[in-house]
């Protein structure tokens, strides 16, 4: 098992033990008082409460986080080049390639015994 698996089993075991816990806690919100012996004001409607209220509180703080890295992001990132300038670059490189003569390339020639032979077509 690579270390990269042994994490992802980790990971999963984990996040399995939260969803129980949770599950737990939300619809036998009496049950999980007794058994973690809480000592709540409101009791079971009290937990049931923060059951619900919590992970959208984590939520909502990871959405918000997410947009101002976005706006941190889009302030800081210098703005590109107008089209029109990339165009005209391009019509130049373009006109340049043209004024250019083209130099005589030719492919070296293989070594007669890299040749392949030629297939005779049947008639």
Do not use: H
């Not at 990269?4 to 089993?9: K, L």
């Not at 012996?37 to 619900?52: D, F, I, P, S």
């Not at 209220?53 to 984590?58: C, K, T, Y």
């Not at 490189?93 to 030629?118: C, F, L, Q, S, V």
């Amino acid at each position: 098992m690579s270390k990269d698996q042994a994490i992802g089993g980790a990971i999963l075991v984990v996040c399995l033990l939260v969803a129980i816990v949770y599950a737990v806690v939300l619809l036998f919100p009496g049950w999980a008082i007794d058994v973690l012996n809480l000592n709540l004001v409101g009791g079971a409607e009290t937990l049931r409460l923060y059951a619900v209220a919590v992970p959208v509180f984590i939520a909502f703080l990871a959405i918000l986080f997410i947009g101002a890295w976005i706006g941190w992001t889009m302030a800081t990132t210098p703005p590109p080049k107008p089209i029109e300038e990339i165009t005209t670059e391009m019509q130049e490189t373009k006109e340049e390639m043209k004024t250019e003569e083209p130099a005589e390339t030719k492919m070296p020639e293989a070594p007669e015994e890299e040749k392949m032979p030629e297939k005779k077509r049947k008639p």
